[in-house]
């Protein structure tokens, strides 16, 4: 069936440092892949997504490339900030007829000052 | 819009009770997710709905969870008896389909932490 494998956690890093999240997929079919990210306490919300090989999904100054040949969609992030301090999900979605997320396990990111 | 409202926010129940968790989606949205946050498992898809009829629920453990939509502004979670094992945090999340499926942003309420003693 379709999953996602994310790297595992917990990462911790010091403000400023670059970040890089991997996430793998496997899929019957062609999906959309998604990050979402979850602050302590909250629900997930949708950080970047992409739709088709070769996107760049971007947002608040994280990226990730969608790479069909790797089956990748790896986050990244040049400089981090505590605030960045989060739970990170990598997901996707064949659209179609039955349409669901599906999740990995999701990245503890912790940011130190 | 005031996004996906979940209630209770946090519950504490006893092994053996009925528990009932409740969502509002956001107006306007047709499909409709419950999701189960564990420390073990991740976040696992429990069930969703399109329209207020459910499409999967092949994600819901064992015959004592339920879900219901009776409308489009609501939807239940019910466990019963509650065993110490469901303790988790329960997402429900909402979407609308605008044009590809492809392209749906999921929306999700800030959950309910369940624990069973």
């Known amino acids: 069936g379709d999953s996602v494998t994310q790297m595992e956690g917990p990462v911790t890093l010091s403000e400023e440092a670059f970040l890089t999240i991997n996430c793998t997929y496997t899929?019957?079919?062609?999906?959309?892949l998604f990050w979402y990210v979850q602050y302590p306490g909250e629900g997930l919300q949708l950080l970047l997504k992409?739709?088709?090989?070769?996107d760049k999904g971007s947002n608040k100054g994280f990226e990730a490339t969608y790479r069909k040949e790797t089956t990748s969609f790896h986050l990244e992030k040049g400089s981090v900030q505590v605030s960045d301090s989060a739970v990170y999900f990598c997901?996707?979605?064949?659209?179609?007829?039955?349409?669901?997320?599906?999740f990995g396990k999701g990245t503890l990111l912790t940011v130190n000052p | 819009d005031a996004g996906v409202i979940q209630s209770p926010r946090h519950e504490v129940t006893e092994m053996g009770q009925e528990v009932t968790l409740r969502c509002k989606p956001i107006?306007?949205?047709?499909?409709l997710f419950w999701y189960r946050q564990t420390m073990m498992r991740g976040l696992e898809l429990l069930i969703y709905?399109?329209?207020?009829?459910?499409?999967?629920d092949s994600g819901m453990p064992e015959d004592r969870f339920s879900a219901k939509m009776p409308n489009a502004s609501f939807s239940t979670l019910k466990i019963q008896p509650s065993e110490p094992r469901d303790s988790a945090v329960y997402f429900c999340?909402?979407?609308?389909?605008?044009?590809?499926?492809?392209?749906?942003?999921?929306?999700f309420g800030q959950g309910t932490r369940l624990t069973v003693v």
């Open positions: 107006s306007g949205h047709d499909y």
């Open positions: 899929a019957t079919g062609y999906p959309s």
């Open positions: 997901a996707l979605t064949l659209g179609g007829s039955n349409y669901k997320l599906t």
């Open positions: 992409a739709t088709k090989a070769d």
């Open positions: 709905f399109n329209n207020n009829v459910p499409i999967d």
């Open positions: 999340a909402s979407s609308s389909r605008t044009g590809s499926m492809r392209n749906t942003e999921a929306f």
